[in-house]
């Protein structure tokens, strides 16, 4: 809450504009994806260098040439989303859950992304959004997931993954994304605003070929095991 608050009070100026602007893009009936992404990019690069957070990014080239993809990392607090905007060279939506659907500014970036709230409790409705992801990534959408289901709160450890975050990238036979997120806890959920870096990897992809035999839970435990690997060699 601290850093939340230097951010807004270093771009004071620029709050306002930036509110409205995320707000008009998400209300646009010519929906422009890249577009959207670029300006929601510059934003979150201006509101990380006024909140003191440093992004390193390591395996960029390891996303996919071709969009129709999806991010799996680790999930360490409200600060994730916001290292994947800073570093991801290309545009892509999220899977958030609903609590979150209120919270200012993230509510205008997401309608802006026409990212996907999910409703955990709702098992209908979860395999509905389930449905939709599928469908969209195999119309060449990317999309963001965090397999733990919420928070770990427990710094760089990892929750267990849930195999049913996985069933979209099953039916869409897209490649799956593993991405271990370091320190990405400290920016909000700590009370400093001392000067932080937050490392993002993106691991190599996971090709339908390589997983089209296994369970869901197996593809979980193997994406798990893989970012817990990049979290070890990275931190």
């Not at 395996?59 to 994730?80: A, R, Y």
């Not at 799956?176 to 806890?185: E, F, G, R, T």
Request: charged content about 25%.
């Amino acid at each position: 809450m601290y850093r939340i608050i230097l951010m807004v009070v270093r771009l004071f100026y620029k709050v306002p504009y930036y509110l409205i602007r995320i707000w008009w893009l998400g209300t646009r009936k010519n929906f422009d994806l890249e577009k959207n992404y670029a300006f929601i990019k510059k934003v979150t690069k201006a509101a990380n260098r006024a909140g003191r957070v440093t992004v390193e990014s390591y395996g960029v080239e390891n996303i996919p040439k071709e969009n129709g993809f999806i991010f799996f990392p680790n999930h360490q607090g409200m600060f994730d989303a916001l290292v994947f905007l800073e570093s991801c060279p290309v545009p892509f939506s999220v899977v958030y859950k609903k609590e979150v659907s209120n919270v200012i500014l993230l509510k205008q970036v997401f309608k802006a992304l026409h990212a996907i709230a999910i409703d955990r409790e709702d098992i209908k409705q979860s395999l509905r959004v389930i449905n939709q992801m599928t469908v969209e990534v195999k119309q060449g959408r990317n999309f963001l997931i965090f397999p733990e289901g919420t928070r770990s709160r427990m710094g760089n450890q990892l929750l267990p993954f849930k195999g049913g975050t996985f069933k979209s990238a099953v039916r869409a036979k897209c490649p799956i994304v593993p991405c271990a997120l370091i320190d990405s806890y400290k920016p909000f959920d700590e009370k400093s605003i001392a000067p932080v870096t937050v490392k993002l990897i993106y691991l190599p992809p996971i090709c339908y070929e390589e997983y089209k035999q296994m369970k869901t839970p197996e593809i979980a435990d193997l994406v798990k095991m893989r970012i817990e690997e990049a979290i070890r060699q990275y931190s």
